[in-house]
């Protein structure tokens, strides 16, 4: 008989405890949102530095043809009509041979 009220408080430290770590509020539920938080905040912050890269490279358009003019040429391959364009393969770029003749 001096069992059973032990083994009472126990159960019902039990059925307080259930709530505390399993239930809707309970500290996992809050675990998990925070490791959700975070990671929200991680793609956040690189979605941040991408629109900042974004916001620079459209005032530099903007601004003045500079910019309008290095993108032409290195994503376009213009070049201007005073200009003289040279293309030299790779493999036509003679390479000195170790032997030094």
């Given at each position: ?10 159960a ?32 956040n ?11 620079a ?45």
């Amino acid at each position: 008989m001096k069992m059973l009220p032990s083994l009472a408080i126990i159960a019902l430290i039990a059925l307080l405890q259930y709530p505390l770590w399993l239930g809707k509020g309970g500290w996992l539920k809050v675990w998990e949102l925070d490791r959700q938080l975070q990671s929200q905040h991680d793609v956040n912050r690189k979605l941040h530095l991408r629109n900042a890269m974004m916001d620079a490279e459209v005032r530099d358009l903007k601004q003045g043809l500079d910019a309008v003019e290095e993108r032409a040429r290195s994503e376009l391959g213009m070049i201007r009509e005073d200009e003289i364009f040279f293309h030299l393969p790779v493999d036509a770029i003679p390479v000195p041979s170790a032997e030094g003749g």
